[in-house]
């Protein structure tokens, strides 16, 4: 029998592989879905199935990426103008006016993310791709990558 079943896993958090279970899903969509749920019965993943295309559970694991890796390169991109444009200090008083604690929540990730930052080019590309696929502007995403 030939089973047809895409999976995406969304990790809710970051960091060594998984080793207990509740913060880690694998989503399955497509026809053959609910036949591959079994197959994580009792492990340390949650499976999902999604109904709709073979595609969905691909497509949200590329909506849920988009939010974080763009997210975190528009914050880069934010605090760099600042930075060069000499506003820095100002943007930082202006976000703790109306955002407690984000730009030290942005500097903390630029601080995470710059070391291995080169690993998100491959995925920011297949971010850009997935945009185009649903007839979306892909320019951020293509610079961010």
Request: with cysteine.
């Amino acid at each position: 029998m030939k089973v047809r079943c895409r999976w995406a896993a969304k990790k809710s958090r970051s960091g060594r592989p998984v080793r207990t279970g509740g913060n880690t899903r694998v989503y399955l969509s497509g026809p053959s879905a609910a036949e591959i749920q079994p197959v994580f019965d009792g492990s340390v993943m949650e499976p999902i199935v999604m109904s709709g295309v073979l595609t969905a559970a691909s497509a949200l694991k590329m909506a849920y990426a988009s939010y974080s890796k763009v997210h975190a390169a528009l914050i880069a991109a934010v605090v760099a103008v600042a930075t060069r444009t000499g506003v820095g200090e100002a943007l930082q008083q202006e976000w703790a006016k109306g955002n407690s604690g984000l730009y030290e929540r942005a500097l903390s990730g630029l601080r995470n993310n710059a070391p291995k930052a080169w690993r998100f080019v491959p995925e920011m590309e297949e971010i850009a791709a997935t945009y185009a696929a649903a007839g979306l502007p892909t320019g951020f995403q293509d610079a961010a990558a």
